[in-house]
């Protein structure tokens, strides 16, 4: 679909490209139009889908719990991340750069408008929801950065150009364009690729049908208190009592202002003229409306990865042993992971680009570790094995678990523990100093001094 149209700033940088190619496909680069897929253009004025008698949108899919608590649980994960620039080293191991200029927008502050966590969790939000999170890298004249913008997915629009080359157009809040090259933009997608090759694919669109039922039978539900669950009852007169029109709606009306809601559910009726009240003997459960519920629960959770207990259905769960504890690590490893990867090599290639064929030793990772937290006594065993002992190294210093727990180094404490050298099979253990003296002293005495005669005379 065509219609939207570079600026004069993106139609100069086309123009210059296509000169140097010397490849005449834009005659007027003014006016260079823009390749887009349809569904783009459907989601950039706000599409919806229509499933399950409601409308299903990325804003109205967070009125369900479920989805709620999925997409919050796993923003709130990756944001719980340590996130840092790091160093490649020769030896195949890698280390942190802490006074990088780049941790500032990745731990303190990207813009002013918000802190380094909690832009991870807005692009996450994003990614979950729409499949997409963008970022904007502002830059001064001598090509520094000085922020990074956070954009809604709403307010952008990724397309290719006339040369097949990948440009974003963002929306202003005063309703200006800018376009800007994919180099200068965070691109967060979720998993797979659209039928554009751009864009990640929406959990909401592709799901929206899951997601819809679970949000109309909560309205049901709601539905249900509002009227004061008279829904299943009805009212019945002698058959030689004839109702006018007229007396049917003064009767309803009376039923309105006497018992709707769940306030006045239980407040007595006065009904004349032989009326009786009947209720339908069918339960919310009977309809099942309960298994329902739960069963719509549970297809969220299976959508986003998140393990039923931890959005807090348990109803087909134990809460207590290992099984919990493994189904945690499994959303950590199998969920979590791959979105962390994701987020920290496109910031990766994007701040620290490939030049040529070589790749640069910095780049952006999360520190996972950090996400490894047991009770004390498995923290006490963990850290008594990582410092080594009963003839087992360690592989961690006594100030490194200080540091994990809050607490100041002590001095010496950066030494880690290897045990000393095995003796030989059979030796005592007190023969290994005897061993170590035998080493230092010659295998046969030296020779007495031979005497001279003359000096005994």
Known sequence: MSGYRLSSRAAEAEAARNAARVVPEIQDSSSAAVIAGDADIFEWFGGSYQEAGVTVTPATSMRSTAVWRCVTLNAGTM?????????????????????????RFLQVEPNDDMSGPEFIELQAIAMLLTGNGYGLMRQARNGTITRIDYYPPARVLPFRSTDRSVWYRFTNEDGSNEDHQASYVFHFRGPGRDAGGIKGLSAISHHAKAIGINIATRDYT???????????????????????????????????????????????LILENGAEWKRVSITAK?????ELLQYSVVDVARIFGTPPHMIGETSAATTWGTGIEQMTIGFKLYTVMPHMRRFAKELTRKLFPIIGARIPNLFVDFDPDALQVGDSKSQGELFSRALGGNQLPGWMSQNEVRRKKNLPPIPG?????????????????????????????????????????????
């Open 79 to 103: 944001m719980s991340a340590p996130l840092g620039v790091y160093e490649r080293l020769p030896n195949g191991m890698r280390r942190e750069v802490p006074d990088h200029p780049f941790n």
């Open 222 to 268: 709601a539905g249900q208190f509002e009227r004061g669950l008279l829904t299943n009852d009805y009212f019945s007169f002698p058959e030689n009592q004839v109702v006018t029109k007229e007396q049917r709606a003064a009767f309803k009306e009376y039923l309105r202002l006497k018992a709707q809601g769940v306030a006045n559910a239980h407040n007595p």
């Open 413 to 457: 404490g950066d030494r880690v523990y290897f045990p000393p050298e095995t003796p030989p099979a059979g030796a005592q253990p007190d023969d290994r100093q005897t061993l170590a003296d035998d080493e230092d002293e010659p295998s046969d005495p030296p020779p007495a001094p031979r005497k001279d005669p003359a000096d005994e005379s």
């Open 286 to 290: 009977d309809a099942q409306l309960l």
